[in-house]
């Protein structure tokens, strides 16, 4: 049960790309096509921006893509507007009714 | 509009109790997994516990099996963490999230404001 490997903060200018990567193993991200993201503001609760791998819930700019390979997921946002800048966070099921997220990673908008 | 409401946050000393409540509205309570996750501070979320729909079967992470214990009340649509043995290392925010669902939602889309568990001497 160790947590999801993010980098710790990650950044990029206006309008560009940026992409956090979220690293497990086979038996949690590797495994299972149920890889979800959160954003979160200083002192709010999360929010869900990407389910299933790369579905985006109701809502959501589709500048927000989510994908995954082998046992690593990833979240890109393009486009980026200074209102992006947050903490993302990643999660996986990892079977037996369990999950688990990763470490965070906050995003600096230049 | 789904709501969750945690409250029982506070200061405990080390090896103290603490029992965390999470009421919900806005959703049919009976068909949603809930879960507990937290977040120490400056750190990342960890997920902690969940219960099933009918409170049948509960999970928990490594760290707390044996101390803590999820339960749920369906008349009160509330969901309830018990914590027991607090080690300073169980200092964070607590947050209750709607989890996996009859629908076959795999994820948390829902998620209260947090509550503050500080455990210090």
């Known amino acids: 049960q160790s947590a999801l490997n993010q980098p710790r903060s990650v950044s990029g200018s206006l309008g560009q790309s940026v992409t956090i990567s979220c690293t497990g193993t086979s038996r949690d991200v590797g495994a299972y096509n149920y890889v979800s993201w959160y954003r979160q503001d200083p002192g709010k609760a999360p929010k869900l921006i990407i389910f299933d791998v790369s579905k985006r819930p109701s809502g959501v700019p589709d500048r927000f893509s989510g994908s995954k390979s082998g046992n690593t997921a990833s979240l890109t946002i393009s486009g980026l507007q200074a209102e992006d800048e947050a903490d993302y966070h990643c999660?996986?099921?990892?079977?037996?009714?369990?999950?688990?997220f990763g470490s965070g990673t906050n995003l600096i908008v230049l | 509009d789904v709501q969750l409401v945690e409250s029982g946050g506070g200061l405990v000393q080390p090896g103290g109790s603490l029992r965390l409540s999470c009421a919900a509205s806005g959703f049919t309570f009976s068909t949603y997994w809930m879960s507990w996750v937290r977040q120490a501070p400056g750190k990342g979320l960890e997920w902690v516990a969940n219960?099933?729909?009918?409170?049948?079967?509960?999970n928990y992470v490594d760290s707390v099996r044996g101390r803590f214990t999820i339960s749920r009340d369906g008349a009160r649509k509330s969901v309830y963490l018990q914590m027991k043995s607090l080690r300073v290392e169980d200092t964070a925010v607590y947050y209750c999230a709607r989890g996996l669902s009859d629908y076959g939602d795999i994820f948390h889309d829902s998620w209260g404001q947090g509550t503050l568990v500080t455990v210090s001497s």
């Open positions: 219960i099933k729909q009918d409170g049948t079967d509960q």
């Open positions: 999660s996986t099921y990892a079977g037996a009714y369990t999950f688990l």
